[in-house]
């Protein structure tokens, strides 16, 4: 079987098709995965086959701030006036991306001439290119759905607007009435999806860049807290209010700085505070005993697999709403961005370290997580779905 998997160009949109990519491929079907010509590399590292299609989300967002006169975001996403950032965000998502992976994945689809494809649920253009071209598609989640949103619903109404002017009807969610490949557990997923959708359940399976762990982490003698706000909205100001509180613990504290914040920007550190741009996150988690970070998709579930406490600050997107979510199910906490102060964070993380009803649902929802179908199994179904 022909499979193409297609996503949007950034490490939380591309990295969570890449373990059923791989299955698929491990299982002998014919696999390419279009993407922004920037994660290529990354995929090449898995030993998929590559093409280049659409454009990576942060050059997106610089086209269209520049079309509308300005230079870009000088705050973090969460401290931009919605009615700033919500007409810039549903016109990057709703028709900037849309055309141009239309208009690439196209002309693909005539040469490769997939059986499938594999379009990530925040790529619309990848279902769009599919329905024009009379491809079966599939719609694969990223994480959590986040119905309520009012940036998600403009995001929707957008692509509707777009899906139009192809003349295709867009319904009440991303899949276009075909089935959704879902890595979120059912507990914690948005009831409205599970309501309205198709769902195929899919084990959330960490996957990064291949790297050694950093020295310490697998002979430490206390307790290692893992800090990151991500790749795409880091804040130094909000990472030294959390290094100076996770600092006065007894534990060691990892931080991975990511691509967006400079770690000279952080200055001096304690002696128990290690500073990494990056780490290999999905190798890492087994690692650890408390995740505070941003509330990206990937963190998120790679946590819920660990069996992970969590703290979230979040900082923009769906960040927020799973923040929500990881507070509700008793997993976690959260501190919005006024309460993120050096005594709150410590005062949060410390009660996450010592709390066994925190840790003892952290440990039923990876329960939960291991008993979802696998990559392999998922993959096993895939000619099912045409």
């Known amino acids: ?19 059923l990519a791989v299955a698929a491929r491990d299982a002998g079907h014919d696999v390419v995965f279009a993407t922004s010509e920037d994660f290529l590399p990354q995929l090449t590292k898995a030993g998929l086959e590559t093409a280049a299609a659409g454009l990576a989300i942060k050059d997106a967002f610089g086209q269209v701030f520049a079309s509308s006169g300005r230079s870009g975001p000088r705050r973090p996403p969460g401290e931009v006036p919605p009615e700033v950032l919500r007409p810039i965000v549903a016109k990057v998502f709703g028709e900037l991306m849309p055309k141009r992976f239309v208009a690439d994945l196209l002309p693909l689809f005539s040469r490769f001439r997939p059986d499938l494809v594999v379009s990530e649920a925040g790529n619309s253009g990848g279902a769009f290119a599919a329905i024009k071209a009379g491809i079966p598609v599939v719609a694969h989640g990223f994480g959590r ?11 929707r109404d957008a692509i509707r607007e777009h899906g139009a002017s192809l003349g295709i009807p867009v319904g009440e969610d991303l899949a276009f009435g075909g089935p959704f490949i879902d890595i979120c557990p059912e507990s914690v997923q948005d009831p409205g999806f599970l309501a309205r959708t ?21 002979d430490r003698t206390r307790p290692l807290v893992y800090l990151t706000l991500g790749t795409a909205m880091g804040h130094a100001g909000v990472l030294s209010s959390a290094i100076a509180g996770l600092s006065g613990l007894d534990a060691d504290v990892l931080v991975a700085t990511g691509p967006t914040v400079d770690p000279a920007a952080l200055g001096e550190v304690p002696a128990n505070v290690r500073l990494e741009a990056w780490v290999p996150q999905s190798e890492l988690l087994p690692h650890v005993d408390l995740v505070v970070h941003h509330g990206g998709s990937g963190t998120t579930l790679g946590a819920f697999g660990a069996g992970l406490p969590q703290l979230l600050l979040p900082q923009g997107a769906d960040q927020f709403t799973n923040a929500d979510a990881v507070s509700a199910a008793g997993v976690g906490s959260r501190l919005l961005a006024h309460e993120v102060t050096a005594d709150a ?3 949060k993380a410390r009660h996450l370290l010592t709390d066994t009803s925190v840790r003892d649902a952290a440990r039923t929802l990876a329960a939960e997580v291991a008993a979802m179908p696998s990559p392999p199994e998922v993959a096993a179904q895939l000619p099912t779905l045409v």
């Open 1 to 19: 079987m022909r499979l193409l998997f297609t996503s949007l160009g950034s490490f939380g949109h591309t990295f969570p098709l890449v373990p």
């Open 145 to 155: 759905v986040s119905s309520d949103d009012p940036m998600v619903t403009r995001i």
């Open 345 to 347: 964070v410590a005062t």
């Open 198 to 218: 198709k769902r195929v359940p899919l084990r959330p399976v960490g996957w990064s860049e291949p790297g050694e762990l950093p020295a310490g982490v697998l």
